[in-house]
C-alpha cells in the first residue's frame, strides 16, 4: 500500500508552467523559493495568495490610519479590510515552505513590517 495518496503524488511531481497559470513572485526570493510557493499555492493555497498576503500586510502595516481589525464591521475582502491573524497564518505558511536561505530573507522582511507594528 502506498504512503501517499495518489492525489498528493500527482500534486508534489515537478510541471511545467501552464500558459496563463498565476503564482506568486515574491522579490528577494530564489527561484527554488518561487517553484516552492508555486507548489503552496496549487496544494494549500489559492493562486496568487501568498504575493497578495504580503502585499495586503504590507499595506496594512504602513497604513497610520490602520484600523483595528473588528470581525463584525470588516467586508472580509483582503485589499479592504485585511485580517491580521489570517494574514500572518498565510506569511507564516509560506515561511514555512520557503527553503532555508529564502526563509531566513523572507523572515526578516517580516520581522521588519513587524516593527512597523
Do not use: H
Not at 498528493?8 to 515574491?26: D, K, M, T, W, Y
Not at 526563509?103 to 513590517?113: D, V, W
Amino acid at each position: 500500500m502506498a504512503r501517499r495518496s495518489p492525489a498528493q503524488v500527482r500534486a508534489n511531481l515537478p510541471r511545467r508552467n501552464i500558459r496563463g497559470e498565476r503564482f506568486s513572485v515574491l522579490s528577494g526570493v530564489s527561484a527554488r523559493g518561487i517553484a516552492s510557493i508555486a507548489r503552496l499555492e496549487r496544494t494549500r493555497l489559492s493562486p496568487g495568495a501568498a504575493a497578495e498576503a504580503f502585499r495586503s500586510w504590507e499595506r496594512f502595516v504602513r497604513d497610520p490610519m490602520r484600523r483595528q481589525w473588528d470581525l463584525q464591521y470588516g467586508c472580509g475582502v483582503m485589499g479592504c479590510c485585511p485580517d491580521p491573524d489570517e494574514l500572518r497564518d498565510v506569511l507564516d505558511l509560506v515561511a514555512d515552505a520557503l527553503p532555508a536561505k529564502d526563509a531566513r530573507a523572507f523572515r526578516k522582511r517580516l520581522a521588519a513590517l513587524d516593527d512597523l507594528w
